[in-house]
C-alpha cells in the first residue's frame, strides 16, 4: 500500500508499495455553503399587464423568476432612495454589485488560484518519487506498461487530491465566480429589459433617464456607440490578460479565441437591446476589468499573502507587453 506520510490512511490509495519521507497534509478546514433567497415577493409599481399572450415560454419564465424581480427591486431602490437619473443610477447600482458581491468572490478564486500554483512544485516531486517506487514494483510483479501507468496515474490523484485537502484549495472552488457572476448578469439584465418595456409603470421614467447620446434607455443605441465601447472593452481584456500566458496550451488558446469571438458577437447584440442593458453591460465590464488591475496589485497580493508575486510593476509590465505585441 502506498502512504503520504500520515495522513494518507489505509485503504486511501491502492497501490501495494510505500512511499515513505513524504509531507503529511493535515488540518482539513470545512467550508461553508452560501445562502439562497428561497422566495422573492413581486414589489409593488411594477406589475406588469397581464394581457400578453405573445410571452410564454422558458423566456418568459425566467424573465419573471424571483432572481429577476429581486434585482428589479434593487435597481428600483436605488434610483429612489439616491434621487439620481435612471443613467447613473444603474451605474451605482453596477458598481455596488460587482464591488459587494463579485469582488470578494474573484479575490477568494485569486487565493484558490495562488495556493494551487504554491502545490506545484511539490506535486511534481510526489511524482518523480512515486514514479519511481511504481517502477520497482512493476519489476516485481511483472506489471505491463499499461497497468503501470494506471497504477501510476490512480495514485497520483489521489496524492494530489489529499494535498488539496490539507491546503483547502481544489481547483473546483476556484468556479464560484462564475456561478456566481453568470446568474447575476443575467438577471439583472432581464430586470432592466422588464423595467423598459411598455408594460412596466417606470417605463416613461426609463425613455426619458438616459444622457448624452441616448436619452432613452428604452430603446437601442442608434449610434452603436455603446455597443462599439463594450465591444472594445471586453476585446482589451481578453487581450490584457492573454499576455499573461507564456506559452498558453491549445486549450487555452481555443478558449482566449472563442472569448473573443464573443466579445465580437456581444455587438451587434448590444445595439438590438435597450440602451439600459448596453449600459449596464458596458459599465459591468469596465469595473470587472478594474476589479482585476487592482487584484494584481503587489500590495493586494501581499494582504493576501500569495507567494505569486511575479512582478513589483505588474502594470507597466501590462503596457509594456501590450505595447510590444501589438506595435511592434
Known amino acids: 500500500m502506498l502512504s503520504v506520510g500520515r495522513a494518507v490512511k489505509s485503504g486511501i490509495l491502492q497501490l ?12 482539513v478546514q470545512m467550508f461553508s455553503g452560501l445562502g439562497s433567497p428561497s ?20 423566456y418568459s419564465s425566467l424573465s419573471d423568476s424571483a432572481p429577476v ?9 436605488v434610483q429612489q432612495v439616491s434621487g439620481l437619473p435612471w443613467w447613473l443610477s444603474i451605474i451605482v447600482a453596477t458598481l455596488s454589485v460587482r464591488t459587494l458581491i463579485t469582488l470578494p468572490l474573484a479575490t477568494y478564486q485569486m487565493v484558490i488560484i495562488g495556493k494551487v500554483e504554491a502545490l506545484q512544485a511539490e506535486i511534481s516531486e510526489l511524482a518523480k518519487r512515486l514514479r519511481y517506487e511504481v517502477s520497482i514494483r512493476a519489476k516485481e510483479r511483472g506489471w505491463t506498461e499499461k497497468q503501470s501507468r494506471f497504477q501510476f496515474k490512480k495514485n497520483l490523484r489521489r496524492i494530489v487530491s489529499q494535498l488539496y485537502i490539507r491546503d483547502n484549495c481544489h481547483p473546483f472552488k476556484a468556479s464560484l465566480l462564475i456561478w456566481v457572476q453568470l446568474p447575476l448578469w443575467i438577471s439583472v439584465s432581464l430586470a432592466l429589459r422588464n423595467l423598459s418595456l411598455d408594460q412596466s409603470v417606470l417605463q416613461p ?4 433617464g438616459g ?26 481584456i481578453v487581450e ?54 487592482i487584484l494584481r496589485s503587489p500590495a493586494i497580493l501581499k494582504i493576501l499573502k500569495l507567494q505569486t508575486v511575479k512582478s513589483e510593476s505588474p502594470y507597466r509590465d501590462i503596457v509594456s507587453a501590450f505595447i510590444s505585441k501589438y506595435f511592434k
Do not use: K
Open 16 to 27: 501495494p508499495v510505500r512511499l515513505s519521507g513524504l509531507g503529511s497534509p493535515s488540518g
Open 39 to 58: 422566495g422573492v415577493q413581486m414589489f409593488s409599481g411594477l406589475g406588469r399587464l397581464s394581457g400578453g399572450a405573445g410571452a410564454a415560454g422558458w
Open 69 to 77: 424581480h429581486l434585482c428589479e427591486h434593487y435597481l428600483v431602490s
Open 205 to 208: 421614467e426609463m425613455a426619458s
Open 211 to 236: 444622457a448624452l447620446w441616448f436619452p432613452d434607455l428604452t430603446s437601442p443605441d442608434a449610434t452603436w456607440i455603446l455597443p462599439l465601447c463594450l465591444g472594445l472593452t471586453n476585446l482589451l
Open 240 to 293: 490584457v490578460f492573454s499576455l499573461q500566458r507564456v506559452s498558453p496550451s491549445r486549450f487555452q488558446r481555443i478558449m482566449t479565441n472563442s472569448v473573443r469571438a464573443v466579445s465580437v458577437l456581444m455587438i451587434p447584440i448590444a445595439a438590438t437591446v435597450p440602451s439600459s442593458m448596453a449600459l449596464y453591460w458596458l459599465t459591468s465590464s469596465l469595473v470587472g476589468f478594474g476589479h482585476n488591475l
